[in-house]
């Protein structure tokens, strides 16, 4: 597979700058950082950006998560690795990155569960967190952005 369009072509420093805001934002709360990457890990794999997979595992590691959680992430609800509060920040993940598959594209059993883990702020991150996840993912699936050959 081949890129489509280099990401700097996208990523104008306007955007880099509103990008680093949105990202600043998200991480201003209490919410655990590896519970953020774990979440962009999930959104990333559902909507197959290799780049944000690639990163995000790698992220995740660097704060501090294991192998058996980073293989496990796909499979989150058929393992013992994932803590209630993760479940639910997972599932929320989910819901809001496949918005299209239901008619209530998240229903009140997935936001109560959250709910009950978070707090507001961290509710607003977490979903602010989501969807910015879900930003970078179409944008590098579109230009077929490749995960680095080797990260320097």
């Not at 961290?122 to 995960?147: D, H, M, S």
Request: charged share 20%; hydrophobic share 45%; net charge negative.
């Amino acid at each position: 597979m081949q890129a489509r369009l280099d990401g700097a072509a996208v990523a104008q420093p306007d955007v880099m700058k509103a990008i680093n805001l949105l990202y600043k934002a998200a991480r201003s709360t209490s919410l655990a950082p590896t519970t953020l990457e774990l979440v962009h890990l999930r959104a990333s794999q559902i909507n197959g950006c290799s780049a944000c997979v690639d990163s995000g595992a790698r992220a995740a590691k660097k704060a501090g998560e294991t192998d058996e959680r980073l293989f496990a992430v796909a499979a989150w609800r058929e393992t013992p690795y994932f803590t209630d509060a993760e479940r639910a920040a997972l599932a929320l993940a989910e819901a809001a990155t496949r918005l299209a598959d239901r008619g209530d594209a998240v229903p009140d059993e997935i936001w109560q569960a959250a709910a009950k883990h978070y707090d507001e702020q961290e509710l607003g991150a977490l979903v602010l967190w989501i969807a910015t996840t879900n930003f970078f993912n179409r944008i590098n699936a579109t230009i077929r952005t490749q995960a680095p050959q080797n990260w320097g």
